[in-house]
């Protein structure tokens, strides 16, 4: 009888035991967002993570990845080191499948260096930088669009648009740069400054400043005394505010300024320097959410989700291309059954999405340097307080206007 009993008590430990032992059967899946959510980029990293923020919650929704909530885990890139020291963070300690980010090519590039060497894949769906995708990474994917894609419509604005409003040929029309010193800026500046004279345009000044910078009133004074016609500023948010504040005061009006990212995209900036100020600036950036509904599917849902969620409109075209881009990635690895690193790699690389097949307009296919090649810019307009698109004629709800 007693030998009954230890044999039961025995089998009853070895089932309870096997119990604790067991996994779960819908554990949560964690994945990194690394942002610079604090410091001096935090307005446009907060921005773009809203919209990873919203593609986890519709992936959730549906049943998450293959039955399992996915979870994310923040990672507060607030410079260069802390990116690589929260990379570090979130693959060893949190053991996320996956990290997404970052905004700023900067903290991208530092960032995914440890994913690389970790064996983790790293989603960049906000950074522009040539180099973010061209160091032959195995890891790493890019689904936004690049410095060059950036440079490029800049210029077939000013040659398509702005020379022939003015009446005058290309090589009448007086161009300067002026660009953040850092791994963004000087990106675009290098394509810039190719794409500018290789289209016959007249390239009168290239300057470069820090970031960080409290006057630019020496860059405004000599624009203004060479009579720069179009001012190309490669910026974030607090040197855009910067410039066109300081530009005011010097009574510096140039026949367009276009404003290259998110400095010049987002409605704080508009707050900061006023309506009259911002009238008629051109913006070449992100897709944003006032552009046409006609191929871009999902866009007025996304609107409505992003309201519901932080009680507000989208502040720029960052959350939409980042939702845009998080959404395409989660859906294809939800298609696999184990997530692992080189079988997500191997999924990913598949992806084939045609353009007018989501949100943004533009599809996903991915080169050899895992770019999306798909991925363009827009063209938009401060217009009467709100950022519309303007170019190209495809997807454009206003005409571009020009004071006269």
Request: hydrophobic share 40%; charged share 20%; no cysteine.
């Amino acid at each position: 009888m007693g030998n009954k009993i230890r044999s039961t008590q025995l089998a009853g430990l070895l089932f309870t035991s096997a119990l604790v032992a067991a996994p779960a059967a819908y554990a949560d899946v964690k994945v990194g967002a690394l942002y610079p959510f604090s410091g001096q980029l935090a307005l446009l990293g907060q921005e773009s993570a809203r919209g990873l923020e919203i593609a986890v919650d519709e992936v959730n929704k549906k049943g998450g990845l293959k039955g399992e909530k996915i979870i994310l885990e923040r990672g507060d890139a607030v410079d260069n080191n802390q990116a690589v020291g929260e990379a570090r963070r979130l693959i060893s300690r949190e053991r996320v499948k996956a990290i997404f980010g970052s905004y700023s090519s900067a903290r991208s590039i530092a960032a995914s260096q440890v994913a690389e060497l970790s064996q983790i894949p790293y989603f960049e769906l906000g950074a522009v930088a040539d180099e973010v995708t061209t160091r032959k990474m195995n890891y790493l994917f890019r689904t936004n669009p690049t410095s060059e894609d950036m440079a490029r419509l800049e210029v077939k604005i000013i040659t398509e648009k702005i020379a022939p409003d003015l009446g005058r040929a290309p090589r009448d029309i007086k161009v300067a740069v002026i660009h953040e010193d850092g791994s963004y800026g000087s990106s675009v500046a290098a394509h810039q400054k190719r794409l500018v004279v290789g289209a016959g345009l007249n390239l009168v000044s290239v300057q470069s400043y820090s970031p960080a910078t409290i006057d630019m009133s020496s860059i405004v004074l000599d624009l203004k005394q060479r009579g720069v016609d179009v001012v190309l500023q490669n910026s974030f948010q607090n040197d855009t505010t910067l410039f066109l504040q300081q530009a005011r005061e010097a009574g510096f009006k140039p026949k367009a300024i276009i404003g290259a990212g998110g400095g010049y995209s987002m409605q704080p900036t508009l707050e900061a320097v006023g309506q009259a100020t911002m009238e008629g600036v051109l913006v070449v950036d992100f897709p944003q959410f006032k552009m046409s509904m006609e191929g871009t599917p999902g866009l007025r849902e996304f609107v409505a989700a992003y309201q519901a969620k932080y009680g507000t409109l989208p502040r720029s075209g960052h959350s939409l291309v980042n939702y845009f881009g998080a959404k395409a990635i989660l859906e294809s690895m939800s298609k696999l059954d184990d997530l692992n690193a080189k079988m997500v790699v191997s999924e990913i690389k598949k992806l084939d999405v045609p353009d007018g097949a989501t949100a943004v307009g533009f599809g996903v296919k991915f080169d050899d340097e895992n770019q999306n090649l798909r991925a363009r810019m827009s063209g938009m307009q401060w217009q009467g307080g709100e950022l519309v698109t303007v170019f190209p004629d495809t997807i454009a709800i206003s005409p571009m206007k020009f004071a006269k």
